[in-house]
């Protein structure tokens, strides 16, 4: 029997292999495209200039407002971005009974002190940092390089500083009084240590009481949790009369909050680590709670770090170097008050993992056209 079909000539066979490979070719290729977008898309939320945005100097707050609760409050939708502008003294309105209140209770030493080389006079600053046994403390010294082993430092109400050390960035050295007595001569002589972007009467004595929580109780910051500055023993008492809970945990923050992140894939930074506790008596207040606010960035990442996979807190205490940022799941927090923050800075990712990235930066840009307060004697924000 004999076949219609003609058989095909050896060039339409290349030509039809050819198109076949033309075809498989930019079905790969489109493929890759999407990949390559699609990693872009992913790569984006990771590079620290998506963190950037433009703020004019005045809008830095140098002084506290003369009243804690008058500060401007900028109320952010975190499902909707939507954005509503009140007062501090507003927070009220957004908190319902059975909510619990989370506040860092860390009180700020004066731990900057100035002095003078026992040999030369030539003058030293230093800032202490961390205690690593009874009398050996890090601290980062101005000059350290004029500094030798063992030599003297002296400082005033009698404290004397003897250089044991260089460790990079800081100093190891030993004082002449133990933790206790040197904390009380330094609210003497010593001056809060206040971040570089505050440059106005930066050794004023108004800052040991503004740049200091009212329910401040353990002395061991380095910095003020700054979210908690505006909150007032008037509003305290108003959240008692709400049925709002309250609970007290501790972050002593350090310096290491505050470092600039010099990476630029914002994954690969590391955050110093931070001592906390929480105690069993807030964490069962927390756990009680119907929704849990987090008063400040500090406060919420204690309660993370002592979160379990179900969203409960196990009451303790030790170091967390919890580094939250794009991509994180919050096991605990619901809301969060916070203040505004610096741009690529690792508290700016920690409110974008929380809010969002385009509403926190969308919120960001009108709270600059709207001419908010920033940074640590700024307005405040509440992510809902």
Known sequence: MLSLKRPLSHRTVLLSRFIFKVYLWKLKSQARGVFFCYNLRMEKKYDIHTYN?????????????????????????KDTGTIRHKHFFDILDY??????????????????????????EAKIEILILEKIDAYLWEVMMKNSKRIKQDECIIFPEGITFTVKEKT?????G????????LIKRLWKCGVMPLPPYIKEDVKGIKHKTRYQTVFAEKEGAKAAPTAGLHMTPDLLAKLSKKSIKTALITLHVGLGTFEPVMETDIR????????FEITKTAADTINSAKRVIALGTTSLRALETAADEK????PGAGLTSI?????YKFKCVN????????PESSLLFLVSAFAGTHNILNAYKEAVKEKYRFFSYGDAMFIK
């Open 53 to 77: 945005y433009d703020l004019p100097e005045a809008l830095i707050a140098q002084t506290p407002l003369e009243k804690r609760d008058a500060s401007r409050l900028l109320i952010l939708d």
């Open 323 to 327: 580094y939250i940022y794009p991509g």
């Open 335 to 342: 809301r969060l008050i916070t203040n505004f923050h610096l």
């Open 268 to 275: 690969e930074h590391k955050i110093h680590a931070e001592r």
């Open 168 to 172: 990079g960035k800081t100093v190891l």
């Open 311 to 314: 969203g409960k807190i196990k």
């Open 95 to 120: 908190l319902e009974a059975g909510d619990c209140l989370v506040m860092n209770d860390t009180r700020v030493i004066p731990a900057r002190i100035y002095g003078y080389k026992e040999k030369t």
């Open 174 to 181: 030993t004082f002449n009084c133990e933790e206790t007595e």
